[in-house]
């Protein structure tokens, strides 16, 4: 079954604690994304991997890392976190001509 | 850039009713545009795509959306509505300048279905 694996669904973390939201994707996709869903600003991408070794930025980048260091696993790093970057994150895997698959998403809290 | 307009943060419409949701779009080349569903806690679903084919573009459970090019619009309909529609609707368009590639959404709108 296609799949798009993020972990963990639900985090809640202070304030500069660095932290990692996995990604895994199961279809030997190259392009894979990160986005974040905030009310009633929608989703808005945060960085994007054309395939291994290969990241750029999105609309949104400030405060995120990714690394793409294998086809099928596109991590989300917040080296600093802050409040402000409370919101619901989503990965996301396929060429979006197709129409790329997401994964449930990760609820991040930070206080 | 690309961007895209819904109209509506908000739908409400009865049981078996007709289902309209307006999304228009600006893009500078021939756009892709898409249909996501997202229920309660889940992730996006793909409803439907347009990738300049036909301009009516059927997709899962029972919607469909007319791409017109003159209107830069891409209206999402359902003839009748059901409970199990209710949820958040996001149109989005692909972004494809400078190498990138991705995709651009609305800021969604909310369906409920009143019984």
């Known amino acids: 079954e296609a799949q798009v694996t993020q972990n963990p669904r639900y985090l809640i973390t202070v304030t500069g604690k660095k932290l990692t939201v996995t990604c895994s994707q199961n279809?030997?996709?190259?392009?894979m994304s990160w986005y974040r869903q905030d009310p009633g600003l929608g989703l808005r991408q945060i960085y994007y991997?054309?395939?291994?070794?290969?990241?750029d930025k999105g609309d949104v980048p400030e405060g995120y890392k990714v690394s793409r260091k294998e086809k099928r696993n596109f991590p989300l790093i917040l080296e600093s976190p802050s409040p402000n970057q409370t919101s619901l994150y989503f990965c996301?895997?396929?060429?979006?001509?197709?129409?790329?698959?997401f994964g449930q998403g990760t609820r991040l809290t930070v206080v | 850039a690309q961007s895209v307009t819904q109209l509506g943060s908000h739908v409400s419409v009865s049981e078996g009713a007709l289902v309209l949701l307006r999304c228009n779009y600006s893009?500078?080349?021939?756009?892709?545009l898409f249909w996501y569903v997202q229920y309660p806690n889940q992730g996006l679903q793909l409803l439907l795509k347009y990738t300049s084919a036909a301009t009516l573009v059927k997709g899962i459970n029972g919607f469909e959306a007319e791409f017109k090019k003159s209107e830069t619009s891409f209206h999402l309909t359902k003839p009748s509505a059901h409970m199990s529609d209710a949820a958040e609707y996001f149109c989005a368009v692909r972004d494809s300048g400078g190498g990138a590639d991705g995709l651009t959404f609305g800021k969604g709108t909310h369906l409920i279905i009143q019984p």
């Open positions: 996301a895997s396929g060429e979006v001509r197709t129409g790329a698959f």
């Open positions: 893009s500078s080349v021939p756009p892709y």
């Open positions: 991997s054309m395939n291994v070794e290969v990241t």
């Open positions: 279809m030997n996709h190259e392009y």
